[in-house]
């Protein structure tokens, strides 16, 4: 009998969040065989503390540590070029949320990600919400009927978020960057549970805009939705990201 020998992975993108991945993998006992940020003293940063070689290219990441999973932790923009060499290199992806900061981005990711399941490679997004086990709990209760017929669901996101987040990552508060602001950043969560929860949506029905932080960031900082959801259930979203607190 043979143990199977756990994956190894690298890390692409050094930032905040890349911490969370750092400690989930440092937990799970998966070998992490290099790291990346176009920064070098990120890139860096996070080497010294796994022992582990740092890159400032990805290419040469990949072509140098042969990994066999890859986080992609950069910001939203960056999000395809790195997942398509990966998926293009055979190694298994996990991308950050969102996909990608535009539709077509993510339309050209999930068709390579849809060819590379076919050569057996597999691709994840973090919607790491599902996972709670609350959530999970009312998913099964939801599948299984318990709770009736669901016909509606009502979710509000209250974050607050400084003009100081932004200026610490200006690509936050920009649509080329980003791709979107509390619904991409915040919200997105909440979106996939209720879309988990109640199935895909059939139509939606909103308005998104920036109220408090106009000044530093030109992405939406408040948004609502009605959503249809195949099905017929309906559900509506309230979101933003200039609550006095975080709530």
Request: net charge negative; hydrophobic share 45%.
């Amino acid at each position: 009998m043979t143990s199977q020998k756990p994956a190894r992975a690298a890390i692409v993108g050094c930032g905040d969040i890349s911490s969370i991945h750092v400690d989930a993998l440092q937990r799970l006992e998966i070998p992490v065989v290099g790291v990346c940020d176009t920064v070098p003293e990120r890139a860096e940063q996070v080497a010294r503390t796994l022992e582990v070689p740092a890159f400032t290219d990805h290419t040469e990441l990949l072509a140098r540590t042969g990994p066999d999973v890859v986080h992609v932790c950069t910001p939203h923009a960056e999000h395809l070029p790195v997942a398509l060499d990966v998926l293009d290199g055979g190694a298994h992806l996990l991308v950050e949320k969102p996909l990608a900061a535009t539709l077509a981005q993510a339309e050209e990711l999930l068709a390579a990600a849809e060819a590379a399941g076919d050569r057996g490679v597999r691709t994840g997004v973090v919607l790491q919400n599902r996972y709670n086990p609350p959530n999970q709990r009312l998913h099964e209760l939801v599948r299984t009927g318990a709770l009736g017929e669901v016909i509606a669901a009502k979710a509000d996101v209250n974050w607050h978020r400084t003009p100081d987040y932004y200026r610490a990552r200006p690509w936050r508060g920009t649509w080329a960057g980003a791709g979107g602001g509390v619904m991409m950043n915040q919200a997105i969560h909440t979106l996939d549970l209720l879309l988990w929860l109640l199935g895909p949506a059939e139509e939606v029905r909103g308005h998104a805009g920036t109220y408090a932080l106009a000044e530093v960031i030109e992405v939406e900082d408040t948004a609502e939705f009605v959503i249809s959801h195949a099905g017929g259930a309906r559900s509506t979203l309230f979101a933003t990201n200039a609550y006095p607190l975080n709530a």
